[in-house]
């Protein structure tokens, strides 16, 4: 006979892990998650200054002046780069994929909506290495989506390997995707935004406080490395008069509108191609990029320079057209064609030349105004970002960290509301990641109450008064277990399988009836030898089925759901080949659980 209650691990710090895991499957364990996230902060931070080096190392061999100077390449090369560049991923997946060809935040959303946020180890060096080949060799891609993966991926590997509840691993995962954006920019708070506001689409004080903290160490660590520069060289930004409010409104308008059209773009490729081996895409990816490249170098890589000239005033009008066309169409095919890189740097880049667009158009038309078009150009980042990646306040925070400008707030909001409107309501367009996700054919729509149920772990809610006993029992062996006060017994039939639970006050009932029965006779000598069969005594029993104390109630009620069940026992192998069970969980517990949340 054993009682889950009483079971004791191996050691000391088994014991303590196990407390742990069950702590963490409460949706309050504030103080161990946050512990976590400064943990799994600090990872990311080594891990992307680890990328970063990478890749701009490399660039700085194969490029002259600096890490992202494509420009000084000949034609030739601009075309055969991204060719080269496809060929090396097309391999490196070809060998070691194993079927993963979605990266990024996409695939972050979607292991968060149908995984509880279980990323691979395949997964990560794949994205480690996928993306910095697609950066390297020119690919229209940013840093910032596999920044978020890397990060996401590595915190949810860590929560893996100790074993921890599902809902502290989706925590864990929030704060690796808000270490990997403050780590790229040096915008801790952005990051924290973008983690609630894309991945975790949240607002509560146990995810919020882990994800800061996990921001925050993350910054540390890349200010350490690279100091506190800002990514984009950004002048002194003076913010309009209110007569410019109107062209303000406008770019907010232009911004929705550029939004849709670059959504509606990248969800057209992706669809399309779907059918194409994911080598073909890749390839013909490598090819459109080039020849784009060809015509104009700006495209190519992350185009930080680029930003930093428009954002500097330093580029004519028609190089900017140009610039903002080839970019739109370089970004489609590298990301809609399977590049494992990121769309969030792209995204600054068109919303900051079409600001510049209409900030030298302005000036055009009203010279007397003298207005700066590096404030249109910034606007133009937000609302772009804002609006095709459907994150507005992550998008304001990004603007207001990047420039140290307190008075770019109010312009700010008007530009970003407005372009985020646009997109979503006139064009009735969703973000670029769940417009990628939806053309593979995958939602990941969430209800409210999935949202709560994923916080909680099965260990909070299970009820841990349980016995586990055997089909046949002498009625001697019975009054023990009794005595132990259990509210369930949890029976194994012949074949030594937990198929059944019974609720111990049926066989306390049975017992007295047995007695009352035989209240007459002396039956201290037959109680050793009379067998009885839990499974033929009239009683109620529920049939069960086992799941894992990691489980979030989500999958619990998913699972009751689909095997038409009413009860769960909680089980998990602490050491090889000895299964621990630890309590029973029903469909009353987890919607009692839901209603009191």
């Not at 680890?50 to 992202?68: A, C, N, P, W, Y």
């Not at 590049?339 to 740097?345: A, M």
């Not at 995958?442 to 349980?466: A, E, F, W």
């Not at 529920?542 to 009620?557: C, F, G, N, R, V």
Request: with cysteine; charged share 15%; net charge negative.
């Amino acid at each position: 006979m054993s009682f889950p209650n009483k079971y004791k691990p191996d050691s000391w710090s088994h014991r303590q892990l196990d407390n742990l895991r069950l702590h963490l499957a409460r949706p309050d364990a504030l103080i161990q998650l946050s512990i976590l996230g400064v943990l799994t902060g600090l990872l990311t931070g080594g891990i992307i200054v680890l990328f970063r080096i990478l890749v701009e190392e490399v660039q700085l061999k194969i490029l002259t002046g600096h890490s992202d100077n494509y420009e000084t390449l000949s034609m030739e090369a601009r075309f055969l780069y991204p060719v080269i560049g496809s060929l090396i991923i097309a391999l490196i997946f070809h060998f070691f994929s194993k079927g993963i060809h979605v990266l990024g935040v996409a695939s972050v959303m979607e292991r968060m909506a149908f995984h509880q946020g279980y990323l691979s180890l395949r997964g990560f060096f794949l994205q480690f290495f996928g993306a910095a080949v697609a950066i390297i060799s020119g690919h229209s891609v940013g840093r910032e989506g596999p920044n978020v993966y890397l990060g996401a991926a590595s915190s949810s590997l860590v929560g893996q390997f100790l074993g921890l509840p599902n809902n502290s691993i989706r925590t864990l995962v929030g704060c690796g995707t808000a270490a990997g954006i403050a780590a790229s920019f040096d915008t801790p708070l952005a990051g924290v935004i973008f983690a609630l506001e894309v991945i975790m689409m949240e607002y509560t004080l146990v995810s919020f406080m882990p994800i800061i903290l996990a921001a925050g160490s993350a910054t540390s660590i890349s200010i350490f490395v690279f100091g506190s520069g800002a990514a984009f060289t950004i002048p002194k930004i003076e913010q309009g008069a209110l007569i410019e409010l109107p062209f303000v409104v406008l770019l907010g308008l232009l911004a929705g509108v550029l939004s849709a059209f670059f959504i509606e773009l990248l969800k057209s490729v992706t669809y399309r191609s779907r059918k194409l081996s994911f080598s073909i895409k890749l390839m013909l990816s490598g090819m459109i990029v080039g020849l784009i490249a060809m015509i104009e170098p700006g495209v190519m890589g992350i185009g930080y320079d680029s930003v930093s000239q428009t954002l500097a005033g330093d580029v004519m009008l028609s190089a900017l057209l140009l610039l903002l066309a080839c970019k739109l169409l370089a970004t489609a095919a590298s990301i809609g064609l399977g590049i494992p890189g990121g769309v969030i740097g792209p995204a600054l880049f068109l919303g900051a030349c079409l600001g510049g667009v209409l900030g030298l158009v302005i000036r055009l038309i009203f010279p007397e105004l003298q207005i700066d078009t590096g404030f249109y150009s910034l606007l133009g980042m937000g609302a772009v970002m804002g609006a095709s990646l459907q994150a507005p306040l992550a998008a304001l925070t990004a603007m207001m960290e990047l420039t140290h400008s307190p008075q770019i707030i109010m312009p700010g909001m008007i530009t970003i509301v407005i372009a985020n409107l646009t997109a979503s309501e006139l064009f009735r367009k969703k973000s670029l990641f769940i417009s990628v996700l939806e053309a593979n054919e995958v939602n990941v729509y969430t209800n409210p109450i999935s949202q709560t149920l994923r916080r909680i772990g099965v260990g909070s809610v299970m009820n841990k008064t349980i016995a586990q006993v055997n089909d046949q029992m002498t009625l001697e062996k019975i009054k023990n277990t009794l005595s132990e006060n259990p509210e369930w017994l949890l029976i194994a039939d012949k074949d030594n399988q937990y198929k059944q639970l019974m609720p111990a006050i049926e066989l306390v009932k049975y017992v007295e009836q047995q007695c009352d029965d035989a209240c007459d006779e002396d039956r201290e000598d037959s109680e050793e030898k009379e067998i009885i069969d839990l499974l033929e005594i009239p009683a109620r029993r529920i049939e069960a089925a086992s799941i894992h104390l990691q489980a979030t109630l989500e999958e619990a009620l998913n699972k009751l759901d689909n095997l038409e069940l009413d009860a769960l026992y909680v089980e998990r192998m602490n050491t090889p080949g000895i299964m621990h069970i630890y309590g029973v969980l029903t469909r009353e517990q987890i919607e009692s659980a839901y209603q009191f949340k």
